[in-house]
């Protein structure tokens, strides 16, 4: 390190958020041969940052000409971390899509997906890293390079799963493939696709990116993938892991020594040098879509890396979104389907109880109807299990007081306070407050509080008493909190310790039940009505998931039930369930979608903005919606009136949101591109505005 050699200007991403008003690379000097993806430590402001080495030239976010420092002006980039091969031009051309379409500066971006204890060492650090993973994988590779890519002990396909596994090869073969929509019922085998997949593309030498919804509801996918490539290097990337295990698995993934990277939303970004399939277990499952900072949904990243990479994306439901059913429909998706369950088993009968029909006591639902006792005891005589599903967990979702009429409202929301009996609080859901449950009424003194309506753990509680003797389990948020508990009570289940399984959509999705023989759903209808134009679409899919559950052991299909209690058996989303007629479902809701100009039709964004006062929030998107109107770009969109949120008030904070609606993605972008600069301006003027951020294909409205 002698004579210094001569230096350029190199761009680097760092990690400055959007509203700091940088939004591409900024310029360094820094080595001739500094390769694009190197990571390297540069100083913004007054702070040393870690960056990551741009092209020269990334589209759209860079500064004019006659904005950027002369070279005299550039401070040096710092330590370079060389030892890390650079991450790859192609996961740079899928971050700076992902910025641009969902909003954000590239750097945020790049930065905010890598493993965030990668950002905290220096070379050397870095390189004792490396170094201790070298030893430990050269051992489990010469284990990886021993075991057979062709598992012995698989199950011979049927007839319709090799068809659709030769589809899906077929793809894989092409110079360019095009997406992949695998439409399987419940049990149909869908997973079984997803591992012949994999097989071929680990004999192609390649690696194979698995995405699921939520890792720790998913825990037998997992396991099935493990066992079935026993021996070879499988990682797991999800927010669950410590910060240690997270560099572990991304630097195995990176070095191309995992073969198979299993992982949700945010494992869309791994790096991966030789990838070449992509799966995206139940793709319309609404936790694909990221909730905060850049909010990505990366089922529609994986299909965009897909042709990035060009390699086969492989989307699988029993359920599709109506996004892909409809790209689908159009042929930008190659649907495959599997319409039989293994073993020939019928999906369960589904049986829509009127409660209209129930004899009406004032002020009383009769959620346990007798009926659904009866049928719940006949499967407790035969030593079948049953599931019992309500979306809402908790004990009561409100206290009421009947004399004054106080409810057990939060006082940081515009909310109730969920009454849960077993540590004795009411909690917040929304801001996560946590009270005593008060002796009497905080606001007349009376003594007799009532919960008021119900949530699973009533549930459980009341199933327990109507069926005595039997072994009533719950699975929730609340019963799950301690890691591994949800994996022992799964256990517990499946080994058949449970009669009765109560639980919210945690119970619902995905898992291989096989002695369960009636679902219940008893209290589903709220969605049916919701103003959210996807709420329908939601309640559909979870229903057939959660029916699903039942009949998976064929020898018991026949006797299985799927209970729907219902005050309007005659809605058009339970006619389809009771059909099991996804396709009749689909296409009504698209020709509603259609009519009223929603998506997959148009493209929406939602602006959200939180104010300490209303007053501050709603100001600021209606000076947005000001600025909108006068830019030409906005002609031809629409631009819905700020409105509050359908929760207006979380914790103290005031959120009013804004809808814009437009023909084309393309018209959508190109506007916000013009319109966001502007917000940000705005926002330094609103006072008591704290925060505002926009949703790109917003999921929930
Ligand atoms: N060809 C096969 N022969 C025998 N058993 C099979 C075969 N394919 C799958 N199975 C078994 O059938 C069951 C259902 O398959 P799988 O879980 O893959 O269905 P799925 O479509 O993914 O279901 P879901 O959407 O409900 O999660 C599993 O226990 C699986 O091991
Ligand atoms: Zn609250």
Redo the contacts with the bound molecule.
């Keep these: 390190m002698s004579e210094a050699p001569p230096s350029r200007r190199v761009r680097v991403a760092v990690e400055a958020p959007q509203h700091s008003g940088l939004t591409g690379p900024l310029d360094y000097l820094g080595p001739q041969d500094l390769t694009p993806g190197t990571l390297v430590h540069v100083t913004l402001g007054r702070r040393d940052v870690m960056g990551l080495v741009w092209d020269d030239l990334a589209e759209g976010q860079d500064l004019p000409e006659d904005e950027r420092l002369p070279e005299s002006e550039l401070r040096p980039v710092g330590e370079a971390l060389d030892a890390l091969p650079p991450l790859s031009d192609r996961w740079r051309r899928l971050v700076e899509f992902a910025a641009s379409y969902y909003q954000r500066s590239i750097g945020e971006l790049a930065l905010a997906v890598l493993p965030p204890q990668l950002r905290d060492l220096d070379a050397k650090q870095l390189q004792a890293r490396l170094k201790k993973l070298d030893k430990a994988d050269a051992a489990a590779a010469t284990q990886a390079a021993a075991a057979p890519i062709t598992p012995a002990d698989r199950?011979?396909?049927?007839a319709q799963?090799q068809a659709a596994l030769d589809a899906v090869l077929e793809l894989a073969g092409r110079e360019a493939p095009q997406p992949a929509l695998l439409w399987?019922?419940?049990?149909?085998?869908?997973?079984?696709i997803y591992l012949r997949a994999a097989e071929a593309a680990l004999e192609r030498g390649q690696q194979v990116l698995v995405l699921v919804p939520e890792i720790n509801l998913t825990p037998q996918l997992e396991a099935?993938f493990a066992e079935r490539f026993a021996g070879h290097a499988i990682v797991s990337l999800h927010s669950g892991l410590t910060p240690a295990q997270r560099l572990r698995h991304w630097l195995a993934a990176h070095l191309g020594r995992a073969q198979l990277v299993l992982g949700t939303r945010l494992a869309v970004f791994a790096s991966m040098p030789r990838l070449g399939l992509i799966v995206v277990d139940?793709e319309h499952d609404p936790s694909y879509k990221q909730q905060d900072g850049a909010r990505y949904s990366a089922r529609d990243l994986a299909v965009y890396r897909g042709h990035l990479e060009k390699v086969p994306v492989l989307l699988?439901s029993?359920t599709p979104s109506l996004e892909s059913w409809q790209h689908a429909l159009g042929g930008r998706y190659r649907r495959i389907d599997?319409t039989e369950r293994?073993?020939g088993g019928a999906l369960p009968r589904v049986r829509l109880f009127d409660m209209n029909r129930l004899e009406r006591k004032k002020g009383v639902t009769t959620t346990l109807s007798v009926p659904l006792l009866d049928a719940l005891r006949k499967r407790l005589d035969r030593g079948e299990q049953s599931l019992v599903f309500l979306n809402r967990r908790g004990y009561a979702p409100v206290l009421h007081c009947d004399q004054c009429n106080w409810k057990s409202d939060c006082p940081h929301c515009s909310a109730h306070q969920v009454f849960h009996k077993e540590d004795r609080t009411l909690r917040c859901h929304h801001c996560g407050v946590s009270a005593r449950v008060p002796r009497a009424c905080p606001s007349c003194g009376n003594p007799d509080i009532a919960p008021l309506g119900r949530g699973t753990e009533r549930l459980e509680e009341q199933l327990a008493l109507a069926l005595p003797g039997a072994r009533v389990a719950r699975i929730d948020a609340d019963t799950t909190k301690l890691k591994g508990s949800l994996e022992s009570q799964l256990a517990a289940v499946h080994e058949g310790d449970v009669d009765i399984l109560v639980g919210t959509q945690m119970v619902a999705k995905?898992h291989?039940f096989r002695r369960i023989t009636l679902v219940a759903a008893v209290n589903p209808d709220g969605a049916l009505f919701s103003s959210d134009f996807r709420a329908p679409e939601r309640l559909f899919s979870l229903l057939m998931?959660a029916g699903?559950r039942a009949g998976?052991d064929a020898a018991q299909a026949a006797a299985s039930e799927m209970w729907v209690q219902t005050w309007y058996p005659e809605h058009a989303l339970y006619q389809s369930l009771q059909k099991h007629d996804y396709e009749a479902f689909a296409s009504s809701q698209l020709h509603e979608r259609m009519s009223a100009n929603l998506p997959p039709f148009a493209h929406l964004a939602l602006v959200r903005a939180e104010g300490r006062s209303v007053e501050a929030a709603r100001d600021f998107l209606t000076a947005a919606q000001e600025a909108a109107q006068a830019l030409p770009l906005s002609l031809g969109l629409l631009l819905y009136p700020p409105v509050p949120m359908a929760v207006a008030r979380v914790a103290d904070s005031e959120r009013f949101q804004m809808l814009i609606e437009a023909g084309s993605r393309a018209q959508l972008q190109r506007f916000l591109r013009a319109w966001l600069p502007e917000l940000h301006a705005l926002k330094r003027r609103q006072k008591g505005l704290t925060r505002w951020a926009v949703d790109v294909d917003p999921l929930a409205i």
């Design positions: 199950p011979a396909l049927t799963q399987g019922l419940t049990g149909s085998g869908k997973t079984e099935r139940e699988g029993a599997l293994i073993g995905g291989d998931q699903g998976r």
